[in-house]
């Protein structure tokens, strides 16, 4: 089992929807929970940071942590195209290295 | 511009070629990091230093791929012999905080 399981996609929805994105982890050790976005042939861009469980809002971006069930979720509000990117999860224990999912590809249509 | 720094964007080599990438950190972050990254996976760790002490390895470094971060500042990822296998996005980041990683806009190697 990976320590970290996100659903490819490809997911595709239309401008303005609520866009969810969701990972399981199976390492209960895992504190820091992170959501990068990443374009084509760019690194990846820190969009959300999470300690522990609960809720975090940026702007049109919620970032969910249940540490109960270990699912973490993002979630997209009026989604626009530029939104189009893959959608990267991520966790850590602490300082050392995060794991990652593989990543959520993301088109919204205009 | 004040972000992670890499170079070089994309290099292609021959198999059997040595490459050497390097990494400039944001200046006050005291941890680094070297991902890879292969079409449609997530970045997978290879090494992580904190100052200029390497203090982790993945399995998948193998005895060809050294990292170096010499006076604590820049990095530099080299691989030796390169095989087609190792043809991906070498992805640098760098922490000042736990957890929070700030990313480069990757290294792309193509070995022929």
């Not at chain 1, 069930?69 to 050392?96: H, M, N, V, W």
């Not at chain 2, 996976?41 to 200029?52: A, H, R, W």
Request: proline fraction near 5%; aromatic fraction near 12%; include cysteine.
């Amino acid at each position: 089992q990976k320590e970290v399981e996100q659903d490819p996609g490809p997911l595709s929805v239309p401008e303005g929807a609520i866009v969810s994105l969701n990972c399981t982890y199976s390492n209960s050790a895992f504190q820091y929970f992170m959501w990068y976005r990443q374009y084509s042939r760019k690194g990846p861009e820190l969009l959300m940071y999470t300690y522990s469980s609960g809720n975090k809002e940026d702007g049109r971006f919620t970032a969910q942590v249940d540490k109960s069930s270990k699912y973490i979720s993002l979630f997209i509000r009026d989604s626009q195209p530029s939104d189009s990117a893959t959608y990267l999860c991520a966790t850590s224990r602490g300082s050392e290295k995060l794991v990652f999912g593989k990543g959520t590809k993301l088109t919204v249509n205009p | 511009d004040t972000g992670v720094s890499q170079n070089p964007r994309h290099k292609i080599t021959k198999r059997g070629q040595n490459v050497t990438f390097r990494c400039d950190p944001i200046s006050e972050h005291n941890r680094l990091y070297w991902y890879r990254q292969t079409l449609g996976q997530g970045p997978e760790f290879l090494t992580y230093f904190q100052n200029e002490a390497q203090l982790e390895k993945s399995r998948l470094l193998s005895d060809r791929f050294s990292a170096e971060r010499p006076k604590g500042s820049f990095s530099t990822l080299e691989i030796q012999r390169t095989e087609q296998g190792d043809s991906a996005m070498y992805l640098c980041a760098s922490s000042f905080s736990a957890g929070e990683l700030f990313f480069g806009e990757g290294s792309r190697l193509t070995v022929l």
